[in-house]
């Protein structure tokens, strides 16, 4: 079963968090820590996976920290999952390129039953803007 694990739930809230933040500079790790209820030491973890994905500006010093290099628009949660998270499959066998598949993939039967809902969830998740989830625009936002 897919399952996004606490990294990937937490890079979500923390763009989320910048996303709100728009209007203002280069937002603290420790005020994203404190808002988001996230320990400083994991944020700072994922904020490294963030920033070298290009995702978020840095800036050192007294008013330094970070904030979305693009528009909340331009980042699909399906893309910031897939970075923090890596493949979102839903059988091992299916998340690897044809050589690297079980001996079986070639005749399986139910492989596509799975690749098939794997990509109604990445298309579903790609769908879905950083901006929709900020303002809460993604209840309707069903494929």
Not at 9 to 16: K, N
Not at 36 to 50: D, F, M, T
Not at 51 to 73: D, E, H, I, M
């Amino acid at each position: 079963m897919m399952k996004i694990s606490t990294k990937g739930r937490y890079a979500l809230r923390v763009m989320v968090d910048l996303a709100q933040s728009e209007d203002e500079k280069f937002i603290s790790l420790k005020v994203i820590s404190q808002r988001q209820e996230i320990s400083l030491k994991y944020l700072e973890a994922i904020i490294g996976i963030l920033n070298r994905a290009g995702f978020v500006q840095s800036l050192r010093g007294a008013k330094g920290g970070y904030k979305l290099r693009r528009s909340p628009k331009e980042y699909s949660v399906g893309e910031i999952l897939q970075t923090t998270e890596g493949s979102l499959s839903l059988v091992d066998c299916g998340s690897c390129e044809n050589e690297s598949r079980c001996s079986r993939s070639r005749d399986c039967y139910t492989l596509p039953i799975y690749s098939n809902l794997e990509d109604v969830i990445n298309n579903y998740l790609n769908s879905v803007s950083l901006y929709d989830v900020a303002n809460r625009e993604y209840k309707n936002n069903i494929i």
